[in-house]
């Protein structure tokens, strides 16, 4: 197989033993003979899968009583409505850092009234906005830790007022994260915890039953919380190939290692962003860099070579480095699978264009 770099931004490099267990159980799944996409999600094979995948989450987490991990289906954009669908009752805020929390602000309106509380949209989302305060009054506040499209990200956990709301899609299982500080937690696996097709919802019960609004069941996360995931057929392949990954992550040592492997890359990176001459960030924060999606750009009088470094990069076995077209430049995402070696092939790459 050709060796690759492979930065792509999502889906993306999952880790080498999750996909070969997920090539083995498409041919023999738990020695049943039979490939995991042909056997029933209510068989005896299959239910241990769903609950250790339950169980890797709240170790990996360490999340306390009082939350249920649900696996649906959907995406990430399907949380955009389900979120005020059942927390929505008056107004919600949200903070406006790019593309995604954007979208998901937009379906929260046909709910109720929406305060966005900052935005740094004017700036391209070049930073998080600083200095705004929670309304007190909102049934829940919402962010986006990671935006995925500009780089930037919320690296601690914020204090709410409020039941705090967080669209983790792009930087799920990156970091230690206090799950107690979050009423709901949400995102599409394909970023950093295994294929599309299933999405991971972490919610407080405390949280839920509190509109007035009637509830589709589909919609109503209290369906899937006694359902235990399986009030439909849920997403089989995806979601056994989510519990590799985290089996993975464990093995490695939990997120205590995925952290430090995660910040040794950014660091490397960044510093030569920094470094080199031809090349300079997008974030102009710095505390609000991205350990996940690590964008930059030329500096202005090198603009005309951006073209260039991309083949030059692609000739050397880099991947999935082109920016996105709203920002532009080169966009390099070292999600947890991503390995050092791929950074530092990247980091030479830019070494060896730039003398
Ligand atoms: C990719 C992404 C989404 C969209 O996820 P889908 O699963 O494709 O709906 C939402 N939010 C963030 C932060 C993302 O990176």
């Known amino acids: 197989m050709k060796q690759v770099h492979n930065f792509n931004a999502g889906p993306c490099i999952l880790p080498k033993p999750a996909v070969q267990a997920g090539i083995d159980a498409l041919n023999n799944f738990a020695d049943t003979g039979m490939s995991v996409i042909e056997i029933s999600h209510r068989s005896k094979e299959w239910e241990p899968v769903m609950a250790d995948t339950v169980a890797l989450w709240k170790e990996l987490y360490n999340i306390p009583e009082g939350y249920h991990v649900l696996f649906l289906g959907g995406g990430a954009s399907t949380q955009f409505f389900t979120v005020p669908y059942n927390l929505l009752e008056k107004k919600a805020a949200y903070l406006d ?20 509380v900052a935005s740094s949209k004017a700036d391209v989302y070049n930073h998080i906005p600083k200095g705004w305060t929670i309304p007190a009054d909102a049934d829940y506040f919402h962010i986006t830790t990671n935006n995925t499209i500009y780089g930037t990200e919320i690296k601690h956990d914020l204090d709410s007022p409020v039941t705090l709301v967080a669209d983790m899609s792009s930087d799920f299982m990156s970091r230690r994260v206090d799950v107690s500080k979050y009423g709901l937690i949400y995102g599409g696996a394909q970023k950093n915890v295994g294929p599309a097709g299933v999405t991971v919802v972490i919610v407080r019960e405390d949280i839920l039953g509190k509109v007035s609004r009637p509830l589709p069941t589909m919609v109503d996360y209290r369906t899937h919380i006694s359902g235990e995931s399986m009030f439909n057929t849920p997403p089989v392949f995806s979601i056994y190939v989510m519990h590799e990954t985290l089996k993975w992550i464990k093995d490695i040592g939990g997120l205590v290692e995925i952290e430090r492997r995660n910040k040794e890359k950014a660091d490397l990176l960044y510093s030569e962003i920094d470094r080199n001459p031809m090349f300079k960030g997008t974030v102009i924060d710095r505390e609000d860099r991205s350990l996940m999606n690590i964008c930059f750009v030329m500096e202005d009088k090198y603009k005309d070579k951006e073209q260039d470094f991309l083949q030059y990069a692609k000739d050397n076995g880099m991947v999935g480095i082109k920016g996105h077209r709203s920002v532009g430049g080169f966009r390099a995402s070292c999600y947890n699978a991503c390995p050092l070696e791929s950074v530092q092939a990247l980091v030479k790459c830019m070494q060896e264009y730039a003398v």
């Open 97 to 116: 850092t790019g593309v995604w929390a954007n979208k998901a602000s937009k379906e929260a309106k046909f709910f109720g009234e929406v305060e966005i």
